[in-house]
C-alpha cells in the first residue's frame, strides 16, 4: 500500500501561483510514477501532469502545459506541481496517484494509489 496525502491548496487570484505538494509513505516512492489530476465541481476527474519515477522525463496535459511543473524528491517521498499564471478554470480538487507500472500515463485506471485531494479556488 502507498499512503498519499496532499497539501498546499487554497485561494488565488488569476495569475498568480501555488506549489502543491503530496506526501508518500509505505512502500518504495522511486518505484513508482507519479500524477496530478483533478476534478472540478460537475465534471469528470482529468489528466494534469505527470513524471516518471527518476524525474527525468515529464508529460503535461494540454491545458497546463508552459504554466504548471511537476517534480518530485525521491529522498523526501514528495512530489510537487508548481502552478503558475493560474486561471479561473485551473479551480479544483487536485489529486496526485501513483502507478507502478505506466510510465507517461494519463489515465486515471492505470493508477493505483491516490490522496485524498486539495482544493485550489483561483479568483478571476
Known amino acids: 500500500q502507498v499512503q498519499l496525502v496532499e497539501s498546499g491548496g487554497g485561494l488565488v487570484q488569476a495569475g498568480g501561483s501555488l506549489r502543491l505538494s503530496c506526501a508518500a509513505s509505505g512502500r518504495t516512492f522511486s518505484n513508482y510514477v507519479m500524477g496530478w489530476f483533478r476534478q472540478a465541481p460537475g465534471k469528470e476527474r482529468e489528466f494534469v501532469a505527470t513524471?516518471?519515477?527518476?524525474?527525468?522525463?515529464?508529460y503535461y496535459a494540454d491545458s497546463v502545459k508552459g504554466r504548471f511543473t511537476i517534480s518530485r524528491d525521491n529522498a523526501k517521498n514528495t512530489v510537487f506541481l508548481q502552478m503558475d499564471s493560474l486561471k479561473p478554470e485551473d479551480t479544483a480538487v487536485y489529486y496526485c496517484?501513483?502507478?507502478?507500472?505506466?510510465?507517461?500515463?494519463?489515465?486515471?485506471?492505470?493508477?493505483?494509489?491516490w490522496g485524498q485531494g486539495t482544493q485550489v479556488t483561483v479568483s478571476s
Open positions: 496517484a501513483a502507478n507502478r507500472y505506466y510510465p507517461g500515463s494519463s489515465y486515471l485506471r492505470e493508477y493505483d494509489y
Open positions: 513524471i516518471n519515477r527518476s524525474g527525468g522525463s515529464t
